[in-house]
């Protein structure tokens, strides 16, 4: 179904989720009603299918000319340091996730925008959560500079949403895994490499300890789930802060296990480091109850179906 009227703005268009939420997105609002943006080159599975345009979401006056003169209805806000990354610098993190996020919040209370999206992680929670089922409203600890932004970032979304009636968007996703575009710089990523390096080298060697269970998601449940989430009626959504998201939950031993299936002659090894401990400081399950009543989420894919999933398509890349 192509819907008209909206005119879709997504910053950080070129990332892990970006690629795959803009393709989408296209095929909703048809292909120039949606406007890929980020500071890098445009992606090569972009290029072709609808319009890009350079910009950094830090420049706000940029930011706010290009949605003005867009017509820009709705806005994805995908730009952002990831945990990893984030504990590397994180002066620069806490900058680029509360500006980037305060920027966008401004221009949608100002030019009354329809809609605002705007991601949140299991980051949010800390060691003194429950690590299993964790539910949406407990303790909320975060100890990394990732966390601690992500948690404050859906305090402004509520604030924004309680005082000048933007309806702003958000979930708590689980690390993501995909084969489209490369993830960038998260404690999850081990998930993504091990493909990749099965069918690469038919060896890897993980960051994480085996036993270190954490919430995942194969990334068409997430595109699907953040545009159930964007196409609820505005009534349905009763949480403004960020809503918890579960698909599944494995630990590095099991991951290895499901790719050992399909390829026996894969090893793995271990060699920790420093994303162990931002790993232990994280939910190993989600309780995201509220999402299934609220707007009746349900995820597809187990890890069997998305290792079947991965490696079909990212086969063709290495034989
Ligand atoms: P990513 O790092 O792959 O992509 C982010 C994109 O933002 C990059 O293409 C980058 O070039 C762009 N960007 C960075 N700074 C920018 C700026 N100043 N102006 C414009 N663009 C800029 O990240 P992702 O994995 O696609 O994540 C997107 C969002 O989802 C983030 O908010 C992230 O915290 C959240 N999230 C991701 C995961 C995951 O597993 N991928 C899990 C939980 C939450
Ligand atoms: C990360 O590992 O930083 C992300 C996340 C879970 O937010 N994938």
Not at 244 to 261: C, Q, R, T, V
Request: aromatic share 10%.
């Amino acid at each position: 179904m192509t819907i008209v009227k909206e005119k879709v703005l997504v910053i950080g268009a070129c990332g892990q989720i970006g690629v795959e939420l803009t393709t989408e997105l296209r095929k909703m609002y048809g292909a120039n009603n949606v406007i890929a943006s980020d500071l890098r080159d445009e992606h090569e599975l972009l290029k072709g299918t609808g319009p890009y345009v350079s910009c950094d979401v830090m420049n706000k006056e940029m930011l706010h000319v290009l949605i003005i003169r867009h017509n820009i209805t709705q806005v994805y806000l995908l730009a952002a340091i990831l945990s990893a990354t984030g504990e590397k610098n994180p002066a620069l993190a806490w900058h680029i996730n509360m500006q980037s996020l305060l920027n966008v919040l401004e221009i949608a209370k100002e030019e009354k925008l329809t809609k605002v999206y705007w991601p949140s992680s299991i980051a949010v929670f800390g060691v003194t959560s429950p690590r299993e089922n964790t539910p949406q409203h407990t303790i909320i600890e975060p100890t990394t500079i990732y966390g601690i932004s992500k948690f404050a970032g859906e305090r402004w979304c509520e604030y924004y949403h309680k005082h000048f009636n933007v309806d702003v968007r958000s979930l708590r996703y689980p690390g993501l895994i995909s084969y489209k575009s490369a993830p960038g710089g998260g404690t999850t990523d081990y998930a993504v490499e091990i493909y990749h390096e099965a069918l690469r080298d038919k060896d890897y060697e993980c960051f994480l300890n085996e036993e270190t269970y954490l919430p995942m998601m194969y990334m068409p449940d997430a595109i699907r789930a953040t545009i159930e989430l964007m196409e609820a009626p505005k009534e349905n959504i009763k949480i403004r802060s960020s809503y918890n998201l579960g698909g599944m939950s494995f630990s590095p031993k099991e991951i290895y296990a499901s790719i050992k299936a399909h390829i026996p002659d894969f090893t793995m090894t271990y060699k920790i480091d420093f994303r162990q401990e931002i790993a232990n400081g994280w939910p190993k399950s989600i309780d995201d109850t509220h999402a299934r009543e609220d707007w009746n989420w349900k995820p597809e894919y187990n890890l069997e179906t998305m290792t079947v999933d991965m490696l079909e398509n990212l086969k063709s890349q290495y034989l």
